[in-house]
């Protein structure tokens, strides 16, 4: 089943009950204050790479997050 989440802005179609990290696995993400690209690196929540501001909350871990319904995910943090 697909469900829908607004990403950056734009609303795509991802598959339920996966995490926000896998949505946003192979997608140019967001970069260090040093110009260095970040991702989800450990995959559990220890080393906050993957961090995005979920529903105007910042500093999530995509790792830790699976997608819902209606999710408003900005990857600026």
Sequence with gaps: ?????ELDGTV???PSGIS???V???L????SASGEPRAALCGM???FECRVTVDGQPHQRACQ???REGMVVQRDV
């Design 65 to 67: 997050l699976p997608v």
């Design 24 to 26: 946003l696995a192979g």
């Design 45 to 47: 929540g220890v080393c």
């Design 12 to 14: 795509r179609q991802v």
């Design 28 to 31: 140019p993400g967001r970069r």
């Design 1 to 5: 089943m697909l469900i829908r989440i």
């Design 20 to 22: 926000l990290a896998a």
